[in-house]
C-alpha cells in the first residue's frame, strides 16, 4: 500500500518551459488535491477533484491546470512556467471532501529560473 | 477578508511539558477543523479532525478544542517528547465543505 504518490521529487525549470506533475492514490478516494507550499504561507489549494470526472478551481489557481484522469490519478500542468511558480508542491487525497482526513504525497520540490 | 492564523511560528518547551498551540480563523465558519503534523521534507500527516458540536477531542497524549464563539482551536500535546518536535498545522473546511484552508503552521521543538 504506497499511500499517495508524486513525480518528480525534484524539478528545475527555465521560465517558458511547461511541466506535468504526476499524483496517484491506491486508497480509492474519491476526492484529490494539489497545494503549493511557500515559507510563511502555509499550504495554499491550487485545484481539487471531488470525485472523478470533476475538477474545481481552489485558492491560487492561476498558471496552472489540472486532469483527473481516472479515480487513482490526478496531473497538475504548468503551461508556461514562471519563477513565482518555484514552490514544493503536495498532492493529497481524501474519502471526501472537505470533511475527511487528507493523506499528503512526499511532495515535489520546483525551480522555476 | 478571511484568516487563519496560528500563534507564533515557533514554540520552545521543554521535554515533559503541555505544549498547547492556537488556531484562530476569521471570517469562516467551519463545520470541521483538522490538525496535521508536518516534518522536514515531508507531507504532512493527519492527527485529529474536530467537528462544530464536539467541544473537546483526545487520542492518547493530544487533545483538541473548539470553540466556534471565539472562533479558536486549542491543540495540546501533554508530556511532551523531543519526538514530537514539528510543524503543526490547522485546517478548516471551507466553501461548503468543498475544499481545505491550512494555517501557515507552528514549528514546535520540545528540549531534552
Known amino acids: 500500500n504506497a499511500g499517495v504518490t508524486q513525480t518528480p521529487k525534484f524539478q528545475v525549470l527555465k521560465t517558458g518551459q511547461s511541466m506535468t506533475l504526476q499524483c496517484a492514490q491506491d486508497?480509492?478516494?474519491?476526492?484529490m488535491y494539489w497545494y503549493r507550499q511557500d515559507p510563511g504561507m502555509g499550504l495554499r489549494l491550487i485545484y481539487y477533484?471531488?470525485?472523478?470526472?470533476?475538477?474545481d478551481k481552489g485558492e491560487v489557481p492561476n498558471g496552472y491546470n489540472v486532469s483527473r484522469l481516472n479515480k487513482r490519478e490526478f496531473s497538475l500542468r504548468l503551461e508556461s512556467a514562471a519563477p513565482s511558480q518555484t514552490s514544493v508542491y503536495f498532492c493529497?487525497?481524501?474519502?471526501?471532501?472537505?470533511?475527511?482526513?487528507?493523506?499528503f504525497g512526499p511532495g515535489t520540490r520546483l525551480t522555476v529560473l | 477578508s478571511q484568516k487563519i492564523e496560528q500563534n507564533s511560528e515557533a514554540l520552545n518547551i521543554q521535554e515533559g511539558k503541555t505544549a498547547t498551540l492556537t488556531c484562530n480563523y476569521t471570517n469562516y465558519s467551519p463545520a470541521y477543523l483538522q490538525w496535521y503534523r508536518q516534518d522536514p521534507g515531508r507531507g504532512p500527516v493527519f492527527l485529529l479532525l474536530?467537528?462544530?458540536?464536539?467541544k473537546e477531542k483526545r487520542k492518547e497524549r493530544l487533545k483538541v478544542t473548539f470553540d466556534t464563539t471565539l472562533k479558536q482551536s486549542l491543540f495540546h500535546i501533554t508530556a511532551s517528547q523531543p519526538a514530537d518536535s514539528a510543524t503543526y498545522l490547522c485546517a478548516l473546511d471551507a466553501n461548503n465543505n468543498n475544499d481545505m484552508r491550512f494555517g501557515a503552521g507552528t514549528r514546535l521543538t520540545v528540549k531534552p
Open positions: 493529497a487525497s481524501s474519502e471526501r471532501t472537505g470533511r475527511d482526513e487528507q493523506f
Open positions: 477533484s471531488a470525485s472523478e470526472g470533476t475538477t
Open positions: 474536530i467537528r462544530e458540536n464536539e
Open positions: 486508497m480509492n478516494h474519491n476526492s
